[in-house]
């Protein structure tokens, strides 16, 4: 999904474009150097990204955004992470995307956010009105190095 | 899973229309009130009282002098990312290894429950999507689980460090 200007033109998504239960989202740098949003099935992550099932950790954090405000989303190079939602409603606005442009991805409580961008670009994350939302980060102990 | 629960699950599972997590709960701890318990998001905390039993409570993680949107921090040794089928049960056994663990439950439905002496002489706690449990009781009789309904539940479990 591309928009133009997100910072203006965003608004709550649909109910039918919000995910619900357990999945998992893959921010990947690309060979170009932009940032893709993929959406992985979690079968298919077993194989393809065994670091989600089990992997050496450094810190996990506890992180409350308050509703209605926009925060940073900041690529870690070096180094992934694993966040996983736990409450609240979020669309996750990820510059330089598969497209020349903006790209965003709505995030609800069971979605699974594995960051493996290690482009350094700042992205930025949207809460919308209704609560508050938390997230656990686990930060991994190396970068996966996972590539598109 | 046990044969009793297996026998009181089906019950509860033919009853018409949905099944609520109360009467999921009820096949496993006969008697317990349904209000309240269609939580999610939480942290609750097992831990070992002097008398040898483990208690539950829940709790507010936020850490003094964390900067926002930073409210718990702890090093960490380990992330897995693991899949527990519908009805499995647990034995009672503190939590392992003497290291404290946050239990994330992803998708599915738990109980815990704890013989911590209580007028019914167990405690219990549900576990739903965005639950997250502190697991710090590391010795004396411990906790025992069970996975609700037919539903597999996925559990993040991060071992803390040290």
Redesign the interface.
């Known amino acids: 999904m591309t928009l133009e200007d997100p910072a203006t033109s965003l608004s709550r998504p649909a109910p039918a474009a919000v995910p619900s239960?357990?999945h998992v989202v893959h921010l990947v740098t690309g060979r170009e150097g932009r940032t893709h949003i993929e959406e992985l099935d979690?079968r298919q992550a077993s194989e393809s990204l065994p670091y989600?099932?089990?992997?050496?950790?450094?810190?996990?954090?506890?992180?409350?955004?308050p509703a209605g405000r926009e925060?940073e989303w900041r690529a870690r190079p070096g180094r992934s992470r694993?966040m996983?939602q736990?409450?609240g409603l979020c669309v996750l606005i990820v510059n330089g995307g598969a497209e020349p442009g903006v790209s965003y991805r709505p995030l609800a409580?069971?979605t699974?956010l594995l960051d493996d961008d290690t482009s350094g670009r700042v992205h930025r994350c949207k809460v919308f009105e209704d609560e508050d939302a938390?997230f656990?980060q686990?930060?991994?102990a190396t970068s996966t190095g996972t590539s598109k | 899973m046990t044969a009793r629960f297996r026998r009181d699950r089906r019950a509860v599972l033919q009853g018409a229309g949905a099944v609520s997590l109360g009467a999921l709960l009820g096949a496993v701890i006969p008697g317990i009130a349904e209000a309240g318990l269609e939580r999610?998001?939480h942290f609750v905390r097992i831990q070992a009282g002097p008398d040898g039993r483990s208690y539950i409570d829940e709790f507010d993680?936020q850490m003094p002098g964390e900067t926002?949107?930073?409210?718990?921090?702890?090093?960490?040794?380990?992330?897995?990312?693991l899949t527990w089928p519908g009805g499995k049960a647990f034995d009672f056994g503190p939590t392992h290894g003497g290291v404290r663990r946050?239990l994330?439950t992803?998708?599915g439905l738990t109980v815990t429950i704890v013989d911590d002496g209580s007028t019914a002489g167990t405690s219990y706690h549900p576990l739903k999507?965005?639950s997250?449990m502190f697991a710090e009781d590391f010795s004396g009789r411990g906790h025992r689980g069970q996975v609700l309904a037919d539903e597999d539940a996925?559990v993040?479990q991060?071992d803390?460090a040290g």
């Open positions: 239960g357990f979690p989600l099932y089990r992997s050496k950790a450094t810190s996990v954090l506890v992180l409350r955004y925060f694993l996983v736990l409450r409580p069971g699974v938390y656990m686990v930060d991994l | 999610g998001f993680p926002p949107p930073v409210i718990y921090r702890a090093e960490a040794a380990s992330v897995a990312l946050l994330v992803a998708t999507p965005g997250v996925i993040f991060v803390l």
